[in-house]
């Protein structure tokens, strides 16, 4: 009965994590917002460090992929060396794509970010040797490349603001030192949840549970964000206005219910007139009528 209350709210939580990212673009966006840009145009290196470690802090994806990097780490040494294979990955390509002005469309790359963090879950299930029959590649080389992957998303923000006039280097580096600042944070926090959890007994029994729920929380997350592409490709008919979005929606959803109705229209039935209604007669068989 237990087992049975806890997969309904499982699947309640799936269902309600997918209302909520497929309601708006907007929603669950971790994007520059325009108090940033307007911050930006005058902030100094500090600010930009407040601004790297608030955009970590509200990354979502990216604390989903260290979460799963982290989940079966016991060893402070291990985690140190693939924290820092991560860290190393995600500077290498905010400071250089920032510097150069490499660009992608944000919304790709984040949903290239959310398959990352599918795979760590799938990795974490021991996917590749149960579906494939195979070891699972070289997990340091993977959180380096993955690394590489997430710094890029992380510059794709960066460059949405304007960083005026001053050391373009050192308000990139500045940024940097603030997605450390807020992933240590972040990862503070997570070890602390993981190392009381794995003492009771729930951990084992529940892990499978929890990097399963990575799994389908990142595939919908690249969902999410190949719908917000969808909105950038095809920005006439889906204007970036959250009110506007609705509606649009909204009037996507009324024309599919015509379009349902015409090809299956309705059987109107008219009222019946009654004996008391002007004109209303009958020939004895109790049906009343009118012409």
């Known amino acids: ?15 309600a994590v997918a209302m909520l990212m497929f309601s708006s673009i907007n929603v669950l966006a971790h994007g520059m917002s325009e108090a940033d840009k307007q911050r ?10 407040l601004l790297g470690a608030g955009h970590m802090l509200t990354g979502y994806d990216h604390l989903l992929f260290l979460f799963g990097v982290i989940f079966f780490l016991s060893r402070f040494t291990d985690i140190v060396k693939f924290i820092t294979a991560f860290t190393v990955g995600h500077s290498i390509t905010l400071v250089f794509a920032t510097l150069y002005f490499v660009q992608a469309n944000y919304f790709l790359i984040d949903a290239v970010i959310a398959l990352t963090v599918c795979y760590k879950g799938f990795e974490n299930l021991d996917g590749f040797k149960r579906y494939f029959g195979v070891g699972s590649p070289n ?63 729930s951990f084992k029994r529940f892990s499978v549970m929890a990097n399963t729920l990575l799994v389908i929380i990142g595939g919908l997350l690249f969902l999410h964000q190949l719908h917000g592409y969808q909105h950038t490709v095809f920005a006439d008919d889906f204007p970036i206005n959250t009110d506007d979005h609705v509606h649009i929606h909204e009037d996507m959803a009324t024309e599919a219910k015509a379009n349902i109705l015409d090809h299956y229209p309705r059987r109107i039935i008219a009222p019946q007139p009654s004996q008391y209604d002007e004109g209303a007669h009958e020939h004895g068989d109790g049906a009343y009528h009118s012409h």
């Open 139 to 201: 997990l340091m080389y993977m959180v380096f490349g993955f690394g590489l992957i997430h710094g890029f998303g992380l510059s794709t923000r960066l460059q949405q603001l304007p960083m005026g006039e001053g050391s373009i280097v050192m308000k990139i580096l500045a940024f940097n030192v603030g997605v450390e600042v807020g992933q240590i944070a972040a990862l503070t926090v997570m070890l602390a949840l993981l190392v009381g959890w794995r003492k009771t007994a």
């Open 40 to 49: 930006a145009i005058e902030a100094g290196l500090p600010d930009y460090i």
């Open 1 to 15: 009965m237990k087992k049975k209350m806890f997969t309904g709210r499982f699947y309640a939580l799936i269902a």
